[in-house]
């Protein structure tokens, strides 16, 4: 059975905030860009956690052995989502971005000035900042540019900027502005040509997709459990070799190995938990409405019933998106940038941003908060990309990001009313 309005509104009933009604009408969560919502397993293994070990780790009694045992799986489950090699490769931190700041703060000590280090104009600052602070090192940071027009990243730009002296190339592997999703593999065998390693930020993407770090081949790859149904929490992967080799900086009684060295202080235990039920979540979309794509694949386990949900996701998402770019495409003074043809909809996920004539994103984000319906506005810390689209000065854009438990319903109701905004 593959996903759809049915099967959504079986899974809809299971997010508890998205269940809300206010004033009497429903409230429509189009901010899981921001943040999605949570899945009603991932509250319960939070709250088991509290209730039934909630102790430090690695101590000799049961509370904290039921510690260690959570965050072990946990660190399997990740590892499944990533399709990392061993559990050991996955770091849990306080958010990508940190856990970023520590990568970058780490390889930052072996290198030195003249050294180089690719950006892009099309990421969230998150991989963007931690590698410009290494610019104090006498390290070169470059920028490889997107095309305003299309939301696509300038490849010729990158095979300019990537040379023997680059030693890590930053990049996003979906944009949380315009939704595009970047060439990453190419990108990855453009560096790995020079020796320079790749640090992809999948937060924007993990949501939408299935990730399989061994296909393509990358050093790193972080995301956040917030933005795939889970708790506030960062997630990292590293490659075994590399994350034993990095120095960071840490307490002397910590272990000395990945992943502990990178794990400073004491973790999150319970988004640790909350993370690995997101997880398990994403894997019983795929047990249920995984269809060919669970019978086809050539995975075992939870990874194979995690990519035929994933890959069932992406392909209910792409109805919805397609049914509101087309919608938006109709407003009069609505201007949608990024990837706009229907026909290229394999290319972006459904995270799209407009602007509406006459109107400030804020007025239009505020009206539309009157109606229940939740988007953000502004330049979601992609800063760089907001800069280059000419928008800093006139706040940004509006943002609406659609996820496998939005319904067209929810499309329908927030066009009719996007409509009526713009008219007013
Ligand atoms: C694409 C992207 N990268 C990085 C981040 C930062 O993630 P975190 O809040 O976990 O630091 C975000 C957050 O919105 C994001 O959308």
Redesign the pocket.
Known sequence: MALDAKGVRKIRAEFPALMESVNGKPVIFFDG??GTQVHRSVIEAMNRYFASANSNHGGAYLYSRRTDEAVHAARSAMADFFNAARPEEIVFGP????LTFRISEALGARLKPGDEIVVTRLD?D??VAPWLALESRGVTVRYVDFDPGTGNLNMDDMERAINRRTKVVAV?YAS?ALGTINDVQTIISMAHAFDAWVYV?A??YAPHGPIDVKELGCDFLAC?AYKFFGPHL?VLYGRYELLDALPPRKVRPAGDAPPDKFETGTNNFEAICGAAAAVDYLASVGKQFGGEYGRNSPCVGRRRELKAGMSAIREYEKTLGQALLVGLMKIPGVKVYGITQEEKLDQRVPTFSFTVKGLHPREVAKSLDRENIFVWDGH??AVEAIERLGLMGQGGVVRIGLYHYNTMEEVRVFLEELTRIQGS
Not at 95 to 98: E, I, L, V
Request: charged letters at 5%; a negative charge.
């Open positions: 860009p921001g958010n990508m971005t940190t969230h998150g991989n996003g949380n930020d937060v924007h956040s960062g979601f810390y």
